[in-house]
């Protein structure tokens, strides 16, 4: 390893800076924290306070980074295995935007899994595109949706051989992968570039028994989030580049163009520490997440009504490899939601979990954890059965997305379209203005353009009685409802 990776070029540059002591005349006003209130400034910390500065010319400004910025993402690029990569302060929904915008134009098509994040969809609009929806594969038993197949992914090729590219979740919120490099692969054979969604994946890249990091696997860019499981703040992530098919050149003018000028020097610092933590020591942190969660498996596997998915589900195309520190809680037969269990966990043992569905939970185990808060976990879900699980078998509700509504217009021009709100319950037949999405991770169930069937309208008020949130439209409740206004 580059022995250099051991260094913080930003890091150590802002400290440096702070410790001169310069006389401000600059923002933020609060001038290291003595003109903000007292009770903020003594929470936070003057350190913290110390470093939350802007791009004046000494530290260098991400917008057009020639000195400790750059160095920082050069160490990074580096580290990712990529050839060029970018910071981003707006999570990894900015980086999946600036990725999208970089190889759109209005009217391309772009292909792109029905389970997309919602930034997704919002850059598609902003870019003008058409979206070509693949079905993930879904998992009737766990109620999940998985990746999407090489198949799949080249027959939308062939009926849409115009794609400017082809985007991939690699791997999904619950860390399931599909055989990314194969689909890679083929896509490239088409002459398209792969974008990835790697908001998951931040550490697939520093342990073999973890799946193939979108950089391994050959795509051409991929928006990591750093801050999910890298060890960055909060908003922090990258977007990684690589090979000749995307000019690196037009995707710094985009990330520049969708970012805000003020950039948190605080976040970017973050970012260079969590880079050097996960080149010098990613792969020991990760192997003792794994050992965690081995353990917790192991433990989890023994309780009454409740399993803890394991490689035992791979086997698949879509369904082809696992990041196993993600601990996929099924509850067969507790007779309770996960969103129940979620609350449940919340109220009785103060636990707080990833996210919760119809049948699961999701707990992260991350080089956070130490056998004593995995031990927790494991006598909480005791408690948990001990409380709801009844034998025999459970009624079991089918666990399926619905088909993927027509588009009838592109998702920019319902966005900008005359529109009028209608009740919800009436709206079948009707183009949607407005997305819904259900929560968590923020899957759309429609989307702006689409014709809305009866179909949608069970699907979502079936996860709103459930419970889960169901977000998108100006109405919260989800009564009323925008569509395109129809010719009289
Ligand atoms: C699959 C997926 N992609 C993208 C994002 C967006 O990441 P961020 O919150 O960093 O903007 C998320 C966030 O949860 C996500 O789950």
Redesign the pocket.
């Known amino acids: 390893m580059n022995e250099k990776q051991y260094t913080t070029p930003l890091l150590t540059r802002l400290k440096e800076h702070a410790a001169q002591q310069p006389i401000q005349f600059h923002i933020p006003g609060h001038k290291g924290g003595r003109g903000m209130d007292p009770e903020f400034r003594n929470f936070i910390g003057e350190s913290a306070l110390s470093i939350d500065l802007i791009n004046i010319a000494p530290l260098d400004d991400l917008h057009h980074p020639h000195g400790s910025i750059k160095e920082a993402q050069e160490l990074a690029a580096e580290a990712f295995g990529a050839e060029h990569t970018f910071f981003?302060v707006?999570?990894?929904?900015?980086?999946?935007m600036t990725m999208v915008m970089s190889v759109c134009t209005p009217g391309d098509k772009i292909i792109v899994p029905r389970?997309?994040?919602?930034?997704?969809l919002s850059a598609i609009i902003l870019a003008g595109g058409h979206p070509v929806f693949v079905h993930p594969v879904m998992d009737p038993r766990l109620g999940i949706a998985h990746g999407v197949t090489k198949k799949d992914v080249e027959r939308a090729i062939h009926l849409h051989p115009d794609a400017k590219a082809v985007l991939l979740?690699n791997p999904?919120?619950y860390g399931i992968a599909a055989n990314l490099a194969e689909i890679v692969e083929c896509v490239h054979g088409y002459g398209i570039p792969v974008l990835v969604?790697?908001?998951?994946g931040v550490q697939t890249h520093f342990h073999e028994r973890l799946p193939m990091s979108a950089m391994q696997a050959g795509a051409d860019m991929a928006?990591t989030?750093v801050?999910?499981l890298g060890g960055s703040l909060?908003?922090?992530?990258v977007l990684n580049v690589q090979g000749n098919r995307i000019n690196h050149r037009r995707v710094q003018s985009i990330i520049s163009m969708l970012t805000t000028t003020s950039t948190s020097y605080i976040l970017l610092a973050s970012l260079d520490a969590a880079r050097r933590h996960l080149a010098t020591r990613g792969r020991e942190l990760v192997e003792n997440a794994l050992q965690l969660a081995d353990k917790a498996r192991r433990e989890i596997n023994q309780i009454p009504g409740i399993s803890c998915i394991g490689r035992e589900l791979l086997g698949s195309d879509a369904v082809y490899d696992m990041d196993e520190t993600k601990l996929i809680i099924h509850l067969h037969s507790l007779g309770i939601t996960g969103y129940d269990a979620e609350r449940w966990l919340r109220e009785r043992w103060n636990i707080e979990v990833e996210l919760s569905d119809l049948y699961n939970i999701l707990c992260l185990v991350t080089p956070g954890d130490t056998p004593d808060s995995i031990e927790v976990l494991i006598r909480a879900l005791r408690d948990l059965s001990s409380h709801f699980y009844t034998e025999g078998k459970q009624e079991r509700k089918a666990a399926q997305l619905p088909d993927i509504p027509s588009l009838a217009v592109s998702p920019r021009d319902a966005f900008y379209a005359n529109t009028v709100t209608i009740p919800f319950t009436e709206s079948a037949g009707r183009i949607i203005a407005e997305f819904i999405m259900i929560y968590?991770?923020?899957i759309p169930v429609l989307l702006p353009g689409e014709r809305i069937t009866e179909e949608n309208i069970e699907y979502i008020q079936k996860h709103m009685e459930a419970g889960l949130p169901v977000q998108g439209p100006e109405d919260p409740d989800i009564r009323m409802i925008r569509v395109i206004r129809e010719p009289r």
């Open positions: 981003s707006q999570g990894t929904s900015g980086a999946i389970n997309v994040h919602k930034s997704v979740i999904t919120y969604d790697e908001a998951h928006a989030s801050h999910k909060t908003q922090s992530s968590p991770p923020g």
